[in-house]
């Protein structure tokens, strides 16, 4: 490959990635009928077929599917282009990349994609009461292990299914011991906010399983749910999937196979589901009412008068959330007796439905707030996120933090709040449901965009002085951002900023979206700078291309650039090369266009990476030199350190072991002085490398075990899985074949959960090499045929050459010549492809 190919070029199919508009899409997906030679006329049938074959009643007419594929559409049917993609491709990787690439351009995959998930249950509520028979229907220990793991908690808002599913999850997990316990609020019924795209939630679940965020992305949608259920078989696990909308949104996330417990909430009574076991919830019977008002507000309250207790009760429906609110306004009007509160219930409810109860109970509690604690729950109801703490609530009613704290106590103590874990609190979402609603009555479209302005504008003042702590290197590449009247915290470490921007991760995404949807893309387009290196390091792809997505679209050029160039990093990462490889020839073209040579130079640096994992050395090497020149006439410390380290690497491949030296040494004192942790634990890698091919092993395990414990300290799974490796590989060539295998061992196994696809490779063939040196022929073939399936997915062709070399080397052992000559031509000719022979 050379620099000026693109990935459209020499027989790869169109694809849709870099598409900023539907016109763009739209010929791209032309392209793509051309490309596969397909007539109009042919291409309608094969949809027209497709949707029949699967059901769908839905058959759009000829001119419906020609004009998806013609410019001038300002809106795009997502389903209709994944349909005539899967017309053309039978690869559902395809089919799901161009259903994303149409749901960025319509902004709607931020908030789909947007999800809250734990790897912890929820609290289990001390307020729980009743529900026997519905416990023992799904925790009871008679349960037949051949029955479905899927419970479905069904019944209308409020009654407590939620609360039943915590608590039976709780019961199942301390009965079963459950390793795994997944949570996740699906937003079947949020007013505001798309039900949450079930892919999304599966990649969070795979996360929290331990599967990296670059393995996700490379498994395409059927190898996530086969990875998931794989990692859920035999663990007995716990997974609470709460507000599901209908079937289709939960099916992506059911195990395939007994043992565990799935539960499922929703309104719905949700059909499809074959096997399920369905728990039907209906409002609490009178002595259930009677019992949940006696915990609430105290057994003897409710003996002084338990026919006004059975009125409240019977006046709210027996519904246990308004039981809640109901005790929490009785509580904090002690001057008022039960029969008073009764009385105000029934005056308020000849104004409602009958099916109001809910309404009418959180109406009452709402009645009696102050302004400002009303004020702030209409605020937080439309929040982007799912929770808060207690600086962006006071961001977002614009008052003091003491003030904030005051107003979310009474919030709490009315039940119109809920408290969560580290002092952060959420909204039940019947009752945000509601506040919604008044929020857009009572409050003037301006005050409500003021307010999620002012937030807006503190989540990224305080994500800014997040990354300051978190990567202050790099400060120089984000951008100054005005300074917030609430302040942000104190982030006294990189562990305090870490924890903070993995507890407001969604959030910030979430507002950054929102900041676009409400007109201020310029300044959501911000985040992506500012937040860059974070979701890079902590491997969250999908956040960072809806962060960088919106910022693809802005006006500034530079701000454009700079995301390209972002989106460049998360697809090499992940092993998208190509993709990687269009992205950053935008980037560089728009940088070029700017006359930014300093950014410039940096994508070619990446760009120079890129070509490297293709085996492509001598672009590579090209690259990394006119980034060295430029980084030095700008005066970037870390950008040249980075370059040096790069054309050491490069100088590496191909044998040259004293210019690698010079360079390596260069950039390491680069990176000691500016602090790039990460960059020294590679160069202190490399540079071990460099002192075994020069033979001293003694100095190489000195600069490899230096990396190791460098990249430990500061936990960086990259460098100590290269680490490991470059320990167990000299280990084997010293012939301590035991102790090489067991640092390859654990190289391999972090390789492979944190997606470091050329690390695999490597510690595949090294395994594969440290066998056959203890005799072991047919395990090293074995470990070098899995090296070179996964080199030749990557296209990484001198891994591919090393493995070939193997299976040669372990079949000429065993005296198979047929296959040790195949495989030796083999390894001869990729060497000589990439110039190494």
Known sequence: MTPDRTPDEGGVPPGPLGAGSFDELAARLNALRGWNGVSYRELHRRVVRGRRAAGNPDLPVFNTVYRCLQPGRRRVDADLVADIVRALTADEAVVARWRQVCQVIAGLTADSSWVTVAGELPADSTEFVGRHAELAAITGAGCDERRSPVVVIDGLAGVGKTSLAVRAAHRLTHRDGAVVRLWTDLRGYDADRAPADPLAVLDEFLRLLGVPGAEIHSLGPAGRQETYRRLLADRHPVVVLDNAADADQVRPLLPDRPGGTVLITSRRRLTGLAGARRVHLEAFRGTESLDMLRRLVGAAEVAEDTDAAAWIAELVGHLPLALTVVAGRIRSRRDWTLRDHAARLAERRGSLRAEDEVENAIGLSYADLPAEAALLLRLLAIHPGRDVDTRAAAALAGVHLRTAETLLGELVATSLVQRRVQDRFGLHDVVRLYAAGLARDVDAASARQVALGRLFDYYRHAACRAMDRYAPHERDRRPAVSTSDVPAPDFADVAAATAWLDAERHNLVGITALAEEQGR?????????????????????????????????????????????????????????????????????????????????????????????????????DCYRQALLVHRVNGNRTSESRALGNLGTSAMRVGNWDKAATYLDEALAIMLEVGDQVGVCLTYGNLGTVHEQQGHSVGALDHYRRALGSAREFGYPFPETEALLHIGTLLARLGMHDDALAHLSEALDLARRNSLGEFEIKALNGIGIALGDLGDAAGSIARHREALAVAERLGDRYEQARAHKGIEHGAAVTGDTGLADDHGRKAQALLTEIGLR
């Open 521 to 621: 893309r310029e300044d959501a387009a911000m985040m992506s700078p500012i937040l860059n290196r974070y979701l890079y390091n902590a491997l969250h792809f999908a956040d960072a291309e809806i962060v960088h997505g919106i910022a693809v679209r802005a006006a500034d050029p530079l701000i454009q650039a700079s995301a390209h160039l972002s989106l460049g990093a998360v697809y090499l990462r992940s092993n998208r090369y190509p993709e990687s490889i269009d992205q950053l020839k935008q980037a560089l073209t728009r940088y070029d266009a700017v006359g930014d040579r300093a950014s410039w130079a940096r994508a070619l640096n990446n760009l120079g990476n890129a070509f490297d994992r293709l085996s492509d050395f001598a672009a590579a090497e």
